[in-house]
C-alpha cells in the first residue's frame, strides 16, 4: 500500500475504536446503561418499536441492494459492493454518536431507523462518483456525511418551522433522503473534479445487469417500507402503502412506454433506475393525495426521469464538467424535485395557507444549497488525500482466484 | 418500432392515464377522500392491517421472485424481468379499479394484498406462454386478465355458496391461484398456438440456472405469507406456517428422490419447480391437515410433480399442441388438482358433509372451464394485435453494452 | 446410480414417509388434532406468536442465504443449494419429531423457530466437510445431527443449570449455534477424514463471488431477526437489534482495515466471512453490553476472523488433517469462542457472580466436546455407507443443457 493510504486507514479505524472506548466508558455497566431509559416513564414506546423492527430491517436490506443496482460495470463489481459497506457502517456509527453527544436521544428502533436512512443516503451518493476515490476513503466520506445530514435534519424538520413558520411536508423522505443524496454526491465530483474517471466504456456482461434487475425489483418491493418507516399511526401507514405502490406502478408503466418511444427498445440501465422514481416522488405527497392521484404522479414520474436518463445526462454532465456515473439526479434528484413541487401543488389546492404550501420547496432549495456546499468540501478533502491513482475504477483492489484461460 | 406496437403501446398508456384522472377526480380532495372511510366505524381493524403489512410486501417479493425463477433461458432473461412487471403493473392496478367501481372495496391492507395476489397469478400464467407474444402484450394480458379473475373470485369465494350450499376450501389458494394460472395459461397459449416458438433448444448457462435455484428456494421461505396473508386469527396463522413449512420439506425430500430414481441425475429445473409443488398443493387443506398430514401430502405431491415434468410434459405438450415453456402446469395445476382433491378426502373422511367435501372440486372445475376459456378468447386477441414477428424469445428487445469480444 | 446409493436414497425417504404416516395416525383428525391445544388456557400467547412470524421467515431466509455464501466454486454452484436443501429438511423435520415424542411440545411458531435454528446449524456446519460425501448423504447428517442438537439444547439450556447451579448466557446462540455448528462439522470432516478432496484449486469467477457477496450482505442485515427471535420481551428485542448492528458494523470496518494491512489488497472470501464475526461473537453477550461496547466486541471480532483466515487456517488445517472447505472455524468457532469469553468478563465484572460468569464457557466447553466426538462418529457412517467416489466436488450430479462451444 502506499503511504497515504495506509495512514487514511490507519486514522479511520483508530478513530473508530477510540470513540467506541469514550462512549463506551461513559456509559456505566460495560455500556449497558446506555438502555437504562428504556421504559415507559420516559416516553418508550414498545409496541410501536415491536411493529418498526421489521421495517429497520427492510431498509437495512434496502441500503444492501442499492449496490446491487450500481454493481452492472463488468470491471468493478465486487467495489461497488465493499464502497456501499464501508460508506454505510462510517456514516450509521458517527450519525448515533451525534445523536447521543449533542441529542441525548433514546436508543429505541426509531433512533435506529434514522440513522440507517442516513446510512442509505450516502450510499445513494457516492453512485455519483463511484470509481473517482480510494477505497478507504468511502469511509472518511461517510462520516463526514452524517454530520451533515444530521445538520439538515435539525435545521429542516424542526428549526426552520421554530424560526420560520413554514410547515415542512415531507414524510416519506422525496427531499431528506433522495435530494439530499443527489446534490451531495454532486457536491463531492464537483469537489473531485477528476475527469480521468470512466473515459473508458462502461461494459456489462448479461447476469452483471441481471443483479441489477433483481436489485431494482426488490427495492421497488421494499419502498413501502421505507416511506412507512417513520411514521406514526398505523392508519396512515395503510394510506402510504397504497400511495406508495400506486406511483410504483404508474413508473413501472409510464417508464417502459418512454424508453420504446424515445429509443425504440429498452435500456435496461435506464429502466431499471426510472422505474423507481415514482415511489421517489411519492415521498413528499405521500398522505396529500389519493390512490389515483398518487398513480398519476408515478406515471409522470417515470416519463420525466426517463427523459432525463436519455436527453438530460449528456447536456448536464458536460455542462457540470462532472459525470454523475449513476445517473442518481436522474433518479433521485429530478424525482426529489417533482415529489416537492407535488406536495406544494396539492396543499396550495387544498388552502393549506402558504405556509404548508412553499415549506417543503424552501426545504428543498435550503438542501440542495448545503449540501451543494458542504459536499464540494468534502470533496476537495477527498481529492487532497486521495495520493496517487491512475484509475480505481476497477476490482483491482481484490485478490481473485479464477482459472487460468 | 412497427405500427401496431406503437399504437399498441400509446393506446394502453394512454387508457391508465385517462382511467386514472377518471378515477382521481372522482374522489375529492385530490383523491385524499379515498381514504375517509378508514375509521373504526366503518369496519376499519387497524391491527389487522399492521400485522398484514409485512404479508403483503412479502407477496410483492414473491412475484418479483417468480420472474428469477422463469429467467434461465440464455438468450432471454431481461426480458423475463420486463414481462413480470408489465404484467404484475397492469392487472394490479385494473384489479383495484374493478373493485372501487364494482364491488366499493375500502382501501385497506388486504386489499392490496388481493390486488397483489391477482398480479401474481398472472405472472404465474405467462410462464406458458413467454416468448410468443410482444413485449407490450404482457400490459394487455395483465389488464384483461385482471377481469376474469375479479369475476372468479366474485363467482367462487361467494356467489357459489350463495346459491348453491356448496362450501369451497381453498385458504391458501390451490384453486383461486394456481389452478387459475395455469389453466389461464393454458388458454391463451392454446389461442395463440404458435409453433415457431422455442423450435431452437432453450440452453442455459450456470449462473442464469443459479438465479433460479436463489429464486426457488427464496419463494419456498415466503410460502407461509403467501397462504396465511388473508386469514383472519392468528392461531390460523400458526397452523399455517406449520403445515406451509412441513409440506415445503416433503416436496425437497421426495423431488430428489424422484430426480435420481427416474434419470440418476437432477435436473435443476425439474428440482427447482417440483420442490415447490408440497406448498402448492397444502393451499387448500392447509388448515385442515396437521403437521405431519402436511409432510405427507407435501411429500406426494413432489412425487407428483416431478413425475409430471419428467413424463407428462412431452406426451401433454405434443397433445394439446402448444409448448408449455416452464412447466406451469407440471407445478401449479397438478399441484392445485391434488391440493383440491386432499381436501375433498380429508373433509369427506372427518364428516364434514356433502356441500363442504366436493365444494373445493366444483370449484376447481370451474376455475378450469372459465379460464381456458377467457384465456383462449384473450390469446387470440394477443395474435390478432400482435403483428409481424420472427421470434420473441430473446432479449433483442433490448440495449446491450457488451465489451467486443 | 450404484447400489450404495441407491439403497441409502430409498431406505432415507422410505423412514421419513413411514415415520410421517405413524405421527401423523397418532394425531387424531388427519392430523388436525395435533393443534388442538393451541388456546391461551395452555399457555399459547397468540401476541407473541404473530410478532414471531416474520422472524420464523426471516431465519429460513438466513439459511437460504448460507447456501450462496457458499456457492463460490466454479465447479459446484448447484450442489451446495442442494446440499443445504437437503440437510436441512432432514434435520428439521426429526428434531420436530424428537420435540413431539419426547418432549410433547406445543406446535407453536416458538417450537417452529427451534426447529429452524437447528436447521441452519447443521447448514452451516455442512461448509466444512462440502464436497467430501455423496448428495443423499446429507439427508443422513442432517437427521442424526438434529438428535445431537437436540441433546445438547437438552443438556445445557435445561439440565445444566438444575444439575449444577451454572447459568449460561447465550441468547443470540453464539455457542449453541455457532460453535455447535463449526465443531461439529470438524468432527464429521475428522470422520471422514478424506485427503483427495479439494486437492486442485477452487477457481471462482466474478459471479460467482458476486453472490457471495450478495448473500454476505443479507445475512448481515437479517442477524437481528435471528438473534432475537427467541427473546420474550420486546425491550429486549430493542436492545439486541442496536447491538447485534453495532457488532456487525464493527467487523464491517475492522475487516477491511486488517485485510488491508495483511495482505494489501482484500480478498472477497475472507471479507465476506469475517465481515459477520461480531454478529457472531454478540449472541452470548447480546443483553449484557451497551452499544458502544457492542461495536468494540465488532470490531474486535473482525480483526480476530481475518487473522484466522490469513494466518490460522493453513496452519490449522494442516495440524488437524482435514481441510474446513468454507473456513467455518475462523467464522463461527472463533466468533462463538470470542463471545463466550466477552460474556463471561462482563459477567464476572459487573459482580454476577461466579456460577454466571463460568457458566458459559463451560457450556462452550461441553459443546466442543460433545458435538467433536459426535461429529467424528457420524463421519465415519458417512464414510462406511459413502460407497465409491472420485471426486463429490463438482456439479456431475446435475444434468446440464448449455450450448456448445
Not at 463531492?188 to 480521468?196: E, F, Q, T
Not at 427498445?265 to 435506464?270: E, Q, R
Request: proline share 2%.
Amino acid at each position: 500500500m502506499e503511504k497515504k493510504q495506509t495512514i487514511g486507514i490507519v486514522a479511520i479505524v483508530a478513530t473508530v475504536i477510540a470513540a467506541a472506548v469514550l462512549m463506551f466508558t461513559k456509559d456505566g455497566g460495560f455500556g449497558a446503561d446506555a438502555f437504562k431509559d428504556l421504559l415507559p416513564g420516559f416516553g418508550y414506546d414498545w409496541g410501536r418499536d415491536a411493529l418498526q423492527f421489521g421495517k429497520n430491517l427492510d431498509i437495512w436490506f434496502m441500503l444492501m441492494l442499492v449496490a446491487f443496482l450500481m454493481i452492472f460495470i463488468r470491471k468493478f463489481e465486487w467495489g461497488v459492493a465493499l464502497a456501499v459497506l464501508l460508506s454505510a457502517a462510517a456514516s450509521f456509527v458517527v450519525y448515533l454518536g451525534i445523536q447521543q453527544i449533542w441529542f441525548e436521544e433514546l436508543w429505541t428502533q426509531q433512533l435506529l431507523i434514522r440513522a440507517v436512512i442516513c446510512a442509505i443516503t450516502v450510499v445513494i451518493a457516492i453512485g455519483v462518483f463511484l470509481g473517482t476515490c480510494k477505497m478507504w476513503q468511502y469511509l472518511l466520506v461517510g462520516a463526514l456525511f452524517s454530520v451533515v445530514y444530521a445538520f439538515i435534519e435539525w435545521l429542516l424538520l424542526g428549526q426552520l418551522t421554530e424560526w420560520t413558520d413554514l410547515v415542512v411536508t415531507d414524510d416519506g423522505g422525496s427531499v431528506l433522503v433522495h435530494m439530499c443524496a443527489a446534490y451531495f454526491g454532486l457536491g463531492v465530483a464537483l469537489g473531485i473534479r477528476d475527469k480521468r474517471a470512466f473515459d473508458e466504456p462502461m461494459y456489462t456482461t448479461t447476469h452483471s445487469v441481471t443483479f441489477v434487475w433483481l436489485a431494482s425489483m426488490l427495492l421497488w418491493m421494499l419502498w413501502p417500507s421505507f416511506v412507512t418507516s417513520l411514521l406514526p399511526g398505523t392508519i396512515d401507514v395503510t394510506k402510504a402503502t397504497i400511495t406508495c405502490y400506486m406511483a410504483g406502478v404508474g413508473s413501472v408503466i409510464s417508464t417502459y412506454a418512454m424508453c420504446m418511444i424515445f429509443q425504440g427498445k429498452v435500456n435496461p440501465l435506464v429502466y431499471t433506475y426510472a422505474m423507481l422514481c415514482g415511489p421517489v416522488a411519492i415521498g413528499a405527497p405521500l398522505l396529500q393525495v389519493g390512490p389515483w392521484g398518487a398513480l398519476l404522479i408515478g406515471l409522470i414520474a417515470g416519463i420525466i426521469s426517463t427523459t432525463c436518463f436519455i436527453y438530460l445526462q449528456p447536456w448536464f454532465c458536460s455542462k457540470i464538467g462532472v459525470l454523475d456515473i449513476m445517473g442518481v439526479h436522474n433518479l433521485h434528484g429530478v424525482g426529489g424535485w417533482f415529489g416537492a413541487i407535488c406536495v406544494s401543488i396539492v396543499l396550495a389546492a387544498s388552502g393549506a395557507g402558504f405556509e404548508a404550501s412553499v415549506g417543503t420547496l424552501v426545504m428543498a432549495v435550503i438542501t440542495v444549497a448545503v449540501t451543494l456546499v458542504t459536499g464540494a468540501v468534502i470533496g476537495i478533502i477527498v481529492k487532497l488525500t486521495r495520493g496517487d491513482m491512475e484509475i480505481c475504477t476497477d476490482d483491482t483492489d481484490f485478490i481473485k482466484n479464477e482459472a487460468p484461460a
